[in-house]
């Protein structure tokens, strides 16, 4: 897991995996979701990887356009 750099100071987000189409997001309730190319589509899964490297506004992404468009969820 990368670690999430949180600019903004006020993230669920604590970090982050990610991959060709694919990005997952860890939380820190623990909580981990897979958004996929396939699930999100390609075009968000890319702009969700350039968020998570640049550190800030991660989870405003996702609740503003894919929150419920993950391949899957689970506990880390």
């Known amino acids: 897991m990368q670690r999430y750099a949180n600019r ?3 993230s669920g987000v604590v970090g982050y995996d990610m991959g060709p189409n694919f ?18 589509g390609t075009d968000n ?3 969700m990887q350039q968020l998570a490297q640049a550190g800030h506004g ?9 929150k419920h468009r993950y391949e899957s969820k689970g506990r880390w």
């Open 23 to 40: 990005i997952v997001v860890y939380f820190g309730d623990r909580s981990k979701y897979t958004y996929t190319a396939q699930s999100a």
């Open 58 to 66: 991660l989870n405003a992404y996702i609740s503003s356009h894919v």
């Open 45 to 47: 899964v890319e702009a």
């Open 8 to 10: 903004g100071g006020d």
